[in-house]
C-alpha cells in the first residue's frame, strides 16, 4: 500500500504565480519527511527534512511545512528555473529497516515565463 | 559538499551480460542505498548497506546483488541482464541512519 502520496502528480504555473505541492503520509511513527528536487535525467537534489508537526524550513522561495498527515512545499513567486520534479520522502521510527527512505512518486513542476 | 559519484552516466547491455555499477561516496558515510527509478513508479529500493560487508535487501532485490568491501565504495550487480532491467540506477549514501540520504548523477541502463 502506499505510504507516500503527493499531489498533484503535474503543476504548470506562470511564472510569479505562487502554489503549493502536497505530500500526505500514513506511515506510523515518523522520523523524519524529506523533501527532493529531481531535474531530468539527474539524481535527486536534497531540499529539507522536517521532524515534527509545526516544523518550517525555507529555502529561497521554497517553504516547507509539516503537520501529523501531510506536509506542503510552498513555491513563492516561481522562476522557470524552479521546473523541475519535486519528490517527498518519509523515515519510520520504528521497524527492522530504520535506516530506508519511502518514497512518493513525485509532482511535476513546470513554471512558463 | 558531500558527492557521491556513480561509475557510468549512460550504459548499453546485452541481454544475459553481467553488469556492474560502481557508486563512490567520499564523505565517510555508514550507509549506502540503490534505487531503481522508472516513469510512473517512482525511486524503489534494490538494497541497502549500513556498513562494509553488510547488506539488507530492499523491496526489488531480484536479479540483484551488490558488493561493499570497502566503506566508500558500493556495487550493483546484475548476475545476467534482462530487457525488464533497462532504467535509471540511483546510488545514495547518508552520514547515519536517520541522516538524509545524498544522490548520485544516476546511470541510465539499457538491456538490449
Known amino acids: 500500500e502506499d505510504q507516500v502520496t503527493q499531489s498533484p502528480e503535474a503543476l504548470r504555473l506562470q511564472e510569479g504565480e505562487s502554489s503549493s505541492l502536497n505530500c500526505s503520509y500514513t506511515?506510523?511513527?515518523?522520523?523524519?519527511l524529506f523533501w527532493y528536487r529531481q531535474d531530468p535525467g539527474k539524481g535527486p537534489e536534497f531540499l529539507f527534512t522536517l521532524y515534527s508537526a509545526g516544523e518550517e524550513k525555507e529555502k529561497e522561495r521554497l517553504k516547507a511545512t509539516l503537520t501529523k498527515k501531510e506536509s506542503f512545499l510552498h513555491i513563492t513567486a516561481p522562476k522557470p528555473e524552479d521546473s523541475a520534479t519535486y519528490l517527498c520522502a518519509v523515515r519510520r521510527k520504528r521497524g527492522s529497516t530504520l535506516g530506508r527512505l519511502y518514497f512518493g512518486r513525485g509532482t511535476q513542476l513546470t513554471v512558463w515565463p | 559538499d558531500v558527492k557521491v559519484t556513480q561509475s557510468s552516466r549512460y550504459l548499453v547491455k546485452r541481454t544475459g551480460e553481467k553488469v556492474f555499477l560502481e557508486c563512490v561516496q567520499d564523505m565517510d558515510h555508514e550507509n549506502m542505498f540503490w534505487y531503481r527509478q522508472d516513469p510512473g513508479l517512482g525511486l524503489r529500493l534494490i538494497y541497502f548497506s549500513y556498513d562494509v560487508k553488510m547488506k539488507e535487501k530492499g523491496d526489488i532485490p531480484e536479479g540483484y546483488s551488490v558488493s561493499r568491501e570497502k566503506k566508500e565504495r558500493f556495487s550493483l550487480i546484475l548476475e545476467s541482464a534482462s530487457t525488464n532491467q533497462t532504467s535509471m540506477y540511483l546510488c545514495?549514501?547518508?552520514?547515519?541512519?536517520?541522516?538524509?540520504?545524498?544522490f548520485g548523477p544516476g546511470t541510465r541502463l539499457t538491456v538490449l
Open positions: 545514495a549514501s547518508s552520514r547515519q541512519i536517520y541522516n538524509e540520504q545524498f
Open positions: 506511515v506510523s511513527g515518523l522520523r523524519g
